[in-house]
């Protein structure tokens, strides 16, 4: 695992590095000179891992940890670049679930000790070793970006099974093959009640009381648009949304929207949103990713738009500058739109960040890497190039998505420990959603345990909302077919937009709302206003809209049968009428 191949060779000198005590909140750096030893010019990637300390029936640990990277720029024969790679500990703690190293405490982690930093061509060549100590062991007892709380979301949660429940084993590096899994058994294969009985369960797991709340106002007279949230002057481009979610003028807003809009609004979100003209939010159109604009039914459906390299070449540049340029040039496709219809691309169902845990994945080819850093560190940079030019991504699909087959039935069950999915499933997703700043989100097929990711309180609040200060919209993959994608179950779980395109799909009894109901459809309309006013649906304002010219011909030709009909009609009844005339005549 590591950089490729190339075309010329490199030396590299390794400096002292900038400490070597592990603090928590600290982060060590070295600088490495890389010297072309060739005779073609070309670019070479320093990579940096790390070990820490493993005991024995404590905490399990790979040995080694990709913790930085950096790649060099174009070095000619003969002459050097000097690069500086970062390691923070904070990606390389532990997540003990279940206190395996004894000492009352379950979450990310540092054990005291010896700890090797690693400055490596890939993960098995080191060029130079940098001993690390670590005197007391560290706690990330919260988030270290936000201080929200981080405590076991899927182990030891009452009335729901462990996200590991149906593991047989757990691999160790001590016993690898007496811990290697066994093939399930008939009575494993067949499952309990009680497994059925929760895979079946739409509930939500959304603890919240709305008893206490007020119903919130609707259909309030209109005091605020959403292009007055706009400065008076065009900012210079950032991945930085403009307007902020916390911004006190979105009350006005929301009080504002009419109920029927609010629904149809999250309940039609396949490709596209629906336009609120009363408060100013246009239509915006959407596309398939991650290699560019596309549809994943049908390429003309797309018109005038790129397809690029798949991910898992985008990756092995591991070059970060190379994919956030990558992005602005999707923006700007983005900007341009799409050729047929003359609309701009305010969205992209990308990058995709799982994990490649197989070579046989089903979305391999849109994932970027086996590794979650590498992964998240290019999709935070294709993120932050995208929203640089207005376009939202949503990053997908979230998350320990890795299988298409039968995905549609009733949602695959993923069964992983809370520390893989911290440590790897998860991270891709942290390190792009706080690198990139995303605005955007998209949510899997699958279950983590027996509970499907897009309705998932503990995921989508919890998690990603919660401990990582995500705001803005999560959308559900594709809703049209599969009915265990329950829309009441996801809006309360945190979701905010439902990717279908039948009423089947739809959460729309409005007649019939709770204010829990009321509640939830609030802010999840707010997710979807906030990303789009900070999007390029807000370039130009919109004055009204024309009618499809598809159902434009739809109505001339209905009213051009219609006329045929009666036509056909008229020389019938003439017809028969001429006929009888000629038979009573002759008669």
Not at 87 to 115: C, I, K, Q, T, V
Not at 338 to 346: I, L, M, Q, R, V
């Amino acid at each position: 695992f590591g950089y490729g191949l190339s075309y010329t060779t490199f030396e590299w000198e390794a400096g002292e590095p900038s400490d070597t005590v592990i603090t928590k909140d600290g982060t060590i750096s070295v600088d490495v000179t890389v010297t072309n030893t060739g005779s073609v010019a070309g670019k070479d990637v320093v990579q940096l891992y790390a070990t820490a300390p493993y005991i024995d029936g404590q905490i399990e640990k790979p040995y080694k940890v990709l913790v930085g990277f950096a790649k060099t720029d174009v070095i000619e024969p003969g002459a050097s670049d000097t690069v500086t790679v970062e390691f923070d500990p904070y990606d390389l703690a532990s997540y003990d679930y279940r206190d395996a190293n004894a000492n009352g405490f379950s979450g990310y982690e540092l054990d005291a000790g010896e700890y090797t930093l690693h400055v490596a061509r890939n993960a098995h060549e080191t060029a130079a070793e940098i001993a690390l100590t670590l005197d007391e062991g560290v706690r990330y007892d919260t988030d270290p970006d936000t201080g929200v709380a981080v405590v076991n979301r899927y182990t030891g949660v009452e009335g729901v099974m462990d996200s590991d429940a149906q593991l047989s084993t757990v691999l160790s590096r001590m016993d690898w093959e007496g811990t290697w899994p066994d093939a399930p058994t008939d009575e494993e294969r067949a499952g309990s009640a009680t497994l059925y009985a929760e895979i079946e369960d739409i509930t939500t797991n959304n603890p919240t009381d709305y008893s206490t709340y007020e119903w919130p106002m609707f259909g309030a007279q209109v005091s605020t648009t959403l292009r007055d949230l706009l400065p008076e002057t065009t900012p210079e481009q950032s991945a930085s949304p403009i307007i902020s979610y916390d911004d006190e003028r979105w009350d006005a807003i929301l009080d504002a929207c009419l109920e029927t809009d609010m629904i149809d609004l999250i309940n039609n979100g396949a490709y596209h949103t629906l336009p609120m003209e009363n408060i100013g939010m246009p239509a915006t159109l959407h596309g398939d990713g991650p290699v560019g604009f596309t549809n994943f039914m049908n390429r003309e459906q797309v018109s005038g738009t790129c397809q690029y390299v798949c991910e898992p070449v985008m990756a092995a540049t591991w070059n970060v500058e190379l994919l956030e340029e990558l992005g602005r040039v999707i923006g700007e496709e983005g900007i341009f739109g799409d050729t047929a219809s003359g609309s701009p691309y305010s969205s992209i169902y990308a990058p995709g960040v799982n994990i490649h845990r197989s070579p046989f994945g089903g979305r391999n080819q849109e994932y970027f890497s086996e590794d979650p850093y590498l992964s998240g560190i290019l999709g935070g940079a294709e993120i932050r190039g995208c929203q640089e030019k207005g376009v939202v991504c949503m990053v997908k699909h979230f998350v320990a998505n890795e299988q298409e087959t039968h995905r549609s039935i009733g949602g695959n069950l993923s069964w992983l420990t809370e520390q893989s999915l911290r440590e790897i499933y998860l991270k891709a997703f942290e390190l792009a959603v706080k690198t990139g700043e995303s605005r955007g989100l998209m949510t899997s097929f699958n279950r983590i345990g027996t509970r499907w990711t897009g309705g998932d309180y503990r995921l989508l609040v919890d998690i990603l909302r919660g401990e990582w200060g995500f705001n803005g919209t999560v959308i559900c993959d594709f809703n049209t077919i599969p009915q265990y994608m329950n829309p009441r179950q996801m809006f309360y779980g945190g979701g905010s937009l439902d990717l279908a395109t039948l009423t089947t799909s739809m959460w729309t009894d409005c007649d019939t709302f709770e204010t829990g109901d009321a509640t939830v459809l609030r802010r999840a309309v707010k997710d979807v206003l906030y990303s789009f006013v900070n999007s390029n649906a807000m370039n130009a304002e919109v004055v009204g809209y024309n009618m499809a010219t598809w159902r434009v011909m739809m109505y001339v030709a209905d009213a051009a049968l219609a006329v045929i009909i009666v036509l056909w009609g008229v020389l019938v009844y003439r017809s028969v009428r001429k006929r009888r005339k000629k038979e009573a005549a002759a008669q």
